[in-house]
């Protein structure tokens, strides 16, 4: 028999050893505890389709306290949330059946329906009130939301950027670090060029430093004083790139 713990960190293990990004890790990890704490103790080669269906049950009335505060009531998981657990439980038990010889897999069940909401390109009011809050801002909000809005990128991929990633003759930047784990081209416009550079100088920035610094001088955030447009915190701000892709 094999302990369901410890062929879940077999996996992960695995999973990490082939590249796949923290996130991917980190999510697959919530999901796959939160399965096991459902199963009281079963062994891997005691799993059946049965406790999966009820699991899956059980995750649709689940709720949980989104910031750990009584005060605020808790939600249900969202559509998204049960699709990627029931991505994270497909993987796992595909690779199971291969890893340790199962005659079957006990995963049978069909994946959730999800639609992704519809997300709104920027109207050409909010674009010209944008640029125009570029104009007052300081070099730095002004050059993230320019390259936002120019570059259809997502936020992880800008904060992944290096300065040597940016040829400031053509607009060419690279975005290594994409959602799919192949790097890509975008190309910037010549006043976003500009505020790059502007920012750049200003900064004294080195060719081996992130090409957007956040405030606190790190890489793994991107935040913008910028409350007008509701951007003031990565998430939203992923919310504004997506808008800023869509155009």
Not at 11 to 37: H, M
Not at 66 to 94: H, M, Q, V, Y
Not at 98 to 119: A, N, S, V
């Amino acid at each position: 028999m094999t302990k369901l713990e410890g062929a879940i960190e077999f996996f992960l293990t695995e999973k990490e050893a082939l590249g796949r990004s923290p996130n991917t890790i980190s999510d697959y990890r919530n999901n796959l505890y939160r399965f096991v704490a459902q199963l009281n103790d079963k062994q891997l080669e005691e799993i059946k389709s049965r406790d999966i269906s009820e699991f899956f049950s059980w995750l649709r009335s689940y709720e949980y306290d989104r910031i750990g505060s009584l005060e605020i009531e808790p939600r249900k998981l969202s559509d998204k949330s049960i699709r990627n657990c029931w991505c994270a439980l497909s993987s796992f038990f595909t690779w199971a059946v291969g890893e340790f010889e199962l005659k079957k897999t006990p995963f049978r069940l069909d994946p959730p329906k999800y639609t992704p909401p519809p997300i709104e390109p920027l109207s050409k009011a909010e674009i010209q009130g944008l640029l125009g809050t570029c104009q007052k801002c300081d070099r730095r909000d002004g050059a993230v939301i320019l390259t936002l809005l120019d570059g259809a990128m997502r936020v992880g991929e800008l904060i992944a950027c290096d300065v040597s990633d940016f040829n400031q003759v053509t607009g060419e930047l690279i975005l290594r670090k994409t959602k799919n784990g192949k790097p890509r081209l975008t190309y910037l416009g010549r006043k976003t060029r500009q505020a790059l550079l502007r920012y750049l100088t200003h900064r004294d920035a080195r060719h081996e430093e992130s090409l957007l610094m956040s405030r606190k001088g790190r890489r793994d955030e991107l935040c913008l004083a910028n409350p007008q447009y509701k951007i003031a915190d990565v998430g939203d701000c992923q919310a504004f790139a997506d808008r800023c892709a869509k155009l």
